[in-house]
C-alpha cells in the first residue's frame, strides 16, 4: 500500500462564533440560566431562538427542548400517540428515533428504503395497512428528502399524522418548502453533530395549536408559559393544561445564547457544506463498483454528510475497504455491519423493537457507506478524500 494520506478529523467541528461565545458568557454573567428566570421586561434567549427559528421555517409555533430526541418523543405525546400503538418509522435511521416511539410504549414498524436512500412509499402503503397506524415518523436519514408531494398526498389518503425528524435536514427544504413544514411537526436536533451546536438541544416546529401548547406544557413550562412568545395564546392552554404531563426537557438559555448567533449564519453554512459534498462527489464519480446517490432537483439537501452505495459487494471485501481507507485516513462507515458500530446500527440491532424482516431494505443498507464532512474540511480536503478513496475502490477491483 502507498499513496497519499489524509490528515484531517472527521469528527471536528468548528469553534462556536464569537458572538455566541459572547451571548453565552453575557448569560453566565446574569446568573440566570433558566429559561424562566427573567427580571421584569427582559425576554430570554430562549424565547428570542424560538421566534427566530419559527420565522427561519415559516411556522407558527417554535418550542425548544433538551435534544432532538426528546422533541421527537414531545411530538409522539402532542399528536396523542399512546402506548401500546404502532408508528410507522424508516427502517434506515439512526437510534433514537424507533428509541423515542419506544420510549412511550409505542412500537415502531419500519418502512423500507430506496437506492435513493428515502423512504420507500410502496412499502409506507403497505405497512400502513397491515399496521393499522395512524403516526409516521418520517425521518429525512442523512439529508435525503423524499418525493414529499407524493409523501403528503400518500399521508392524506392514508390518514396518516406525519411528523418530520430533521435531525440532518436543518436548513434544506423540497420544492422551496423548508424540511419540517410539511409534516403535522417538525422536529430538529442541535447536538454537536448536526447543523447548528449547542452540544446538546432541540427545536420542535408547528403551525398546530393544540399540539403546541402540548409540547411546551411536556417540556416543563408549568404555568408560566406565558413566556412562551412562539407559542399559541393562553386559550389553548386552558384546554389542555390540566391533562399534558410534564416530561421535563427545557432548553436552557445558555444554550439558546449560543444557538442564535449560528442560526443567522445557517444559510451561508449550509452552502459551504454543499461545497464540500460536491467536490467528494465529482471527484468520486465513476468510481469502480460505486453507486452515488443522484439528488432530485426538488430537494435544496444541507449534505453535512455523503453517502455512496457498494451494491453487492461481499462483506469481506466492503470491511477491507474500510480498512484499506482508514489506514490512509479517511473514515467510511458502514450501515450494513452485522455488530453496530458508534453511531450506525441496523433496524434488527434494535432488539427491543418485534424483528421484522425487509429484504429488498436489506440489499440496500447491506451497500451503504457513509462519511462525515465537517465544515472544517475544505474541498481540496474533499478531493484528496476522493482520490484515495477511488485508488482503493481500483484495489479492491482488482484483487
Ligand atoms: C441525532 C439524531 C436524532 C436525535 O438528536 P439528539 O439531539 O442527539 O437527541 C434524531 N434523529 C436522527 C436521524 C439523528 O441523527
Known amino acids: 500500500m502507498s499513496g497519499e494520506v489524509f490528515t484531517g478529523v472527521f469528527t471536528q467541528q468548528e469553534p462556536i462564533p464569537d458572538a455566541g461565545i459572547e451571548a453565552a458568557i453575557r448569560v453566565m454573567r ?39 430526541g426528546y422533541a421527537l418523543g414531545a411530538a409522539l405525546r402532542a399528536v396523542g400517540v399512546q402506548a401500546g400503538d404502532t408508528v410507522l418509522t424508516n427502517a434506515f435511521t439512526l437510534a433514537p428515533v424507533p428509541g423515542a416511539i419506544a420510549a412511550l410504549g409505542a412500537e415502531p414498524v419500519f418502512v423500507g428504503v430506496t437506492q435513493g436512500l428515502v423512504i420507500d412509499l410502496a412499502d409506507l402503503v403497505e405497512k400502513t395497512r397491515t399496521s393499522g397506524a395512524r403516526v409516521l415518523m418520517l425521518s429525512h436519514m442523512r439529508g435525503h428528502i423524499c418525493d414529499m408531494d407524493a409523501l403528503m398526498a400518500l399521508a392524506d389518503r392514508l390518514r396518516l399524522t406525519v411528523i418530520e ?17 410539511h409534516g403535522r411537526i417538525g422536529c430538529y436536533s442541535t447536538q454537536t453533530y448536526k447543523h447548528m451546536n449547542s452540544g446538546e438541544g432541540g427545536l420542535l416546529v408547528t403551525d398546530d395549536a393544540e399540539a403546541a401548547a402540548r409540547a411546551i406544557m411536556l417540556s416543563g413550562s408549568y404555568m408560566l408559559y406565558p413566556k412562551h412568545r412562539a407559542a399559541p395564546a393562553p386559550e389553548v392552554f386552558e384546554a389542555i393544561k390540566y391533562h399534558t404531563p410534564n416530561v421535563s426537557g427545557r432548553m436552557d438559555n445558555l444554550r439558546a445564547a449560543i444557538l442564535r448567533p449560528q442560526l443567522a449564519d445557517l444559510p451561508a453554512q449550509c ?10 462527489e465529482e471527484g468520486l464519480r465513476g468510481g469502480a463498483g460505486l453507486t452515488l446517490i443522484e439528488r432530485p432537483e426538488a430537494e435544496a439537501y444541507v449534505a453535512s454528510s455523503f453517502q455512496f452505495l457498494l451494491l453487492d459487494w461481499a ?28 453511531f450506525t446500527s441496523r433496524y434488527d440491532s434494535w432488539r427491543y423493537v418485534a424483528p421484522q424482516s425487509l429484504p429488498d431494505s436489506d440489499r440496500i443498507l447491506q451497500a451503504i457507506m457513509d462519511m462525515r464532512l465537517p465544515l472544517t474540511f475544505s474541498t481540496q480536503d474533499c478531493a484528496q478524500i476522493a482520490r484515495i478513496i477511488t485508488e482503493e475502490l481500483r484495489n479492491a477491483a482488482a484483487k
Open 30 to 68: 446574569t446568573g440566570r440560566l433558566h429559561r424562566y428566570n427573567t427580571v421584569a421586561g427582559e425576554v430570554d434567549e430562549t424565547a428570542r431562538l424560538e421566534e427566530e427559528f419559527a420565522a427561519f421555517v415559516g411556522a407558527k409555533y417554535c418550542v425548544a427542548v433538551a435534544s432532538g
Open 165 to 181: 425528524d430533521c435531525a440532518h435536514t436543518m436548513g434544506a427544504a423540497w420544492k422551496g418548502t423548508p424540511s419540517g413544514r
Open 271 to 280: 452552502a459551504r457544506w454543499n461545497a464540500l459534498y460536491r467536490a467528494l
Open 315 to 342: 462483506p469481506a471485501k466492503i470491511e477491507s475497504l474500510v480498512a484499506a481507507c482508514l489506514a490512509r485516513g479517511v473514515e467510511l462507515k458502514w450501515f450494513g455491519a452485522p455488530e453496530p458500530v458508534a
